[in-house]
């Protein structure tokens, strides 16, 4: 599956949430310019990835490396912007980029799992 990635401002970040006993996701929101109407773009961390967006502080640019995720539940269908890696915005950075935080070791595109729990609704 192909992945992507966007830049932004932080415009919203949410407390991580317990789905089950064994999956939990925390949600986070860019701002994204586009002519007169910005979009508001909802993205979305698993696991142990929930923590990647706490170095960021809202209105800080962003930018998130991410992979779409769709499935069926109860004849309804979700679509998911599953965010693997949050960095600083490139444009944002006045000079020299930013070092990487030494305690997190961003994944890779091959770290991300081929399924989530099947009874989940998302």
């Known amino acids: 599956m192909p992945s992507f990635e966007i830049e932004g401002k932080l415009l919203r970040k949410f407390d ?25 773009i ?9 923590a990647a967006i706490d170095p960021y502080k809202e209105g800080e640019q962003v930018k998130v490396h991410f992979d779409l995720r769709g499935r069926e539940w109860q004849g309804k269908y979700f679509t998911n912007l599953n965010a693997w890696r949050v ?27 081929a399924h989530v729990n099947e009874d989940l609704p998302f």
């Not at 991580?16 to 508001?40: C, H, M, T, W």
């Not at 909802?42 to 929930?50: A, I, M, P, V």
């Not at 950075?93 to 890779?108: E, I, L, W």
């Open 87 to 113: 960095e600083k915005a490139a444009a944002a950075s006045s000079s020299a980029p930013a070092a990487a935080d030494p305690d997190y070791d961003f994944p890779s595109a091959s770290d991300e799992p």
């Open 16 to 40: 991580a949430e317990s789905k089950s006993a064994s999956f939990q996701a925390r949600e986070f929101v860019l701002e994204i310019p586009d002519g007169n109407y910005p979009q508001f």
């Open 42 to 50: 909802k993205f979305q961390l698993t696991q142990d990835r929930c």
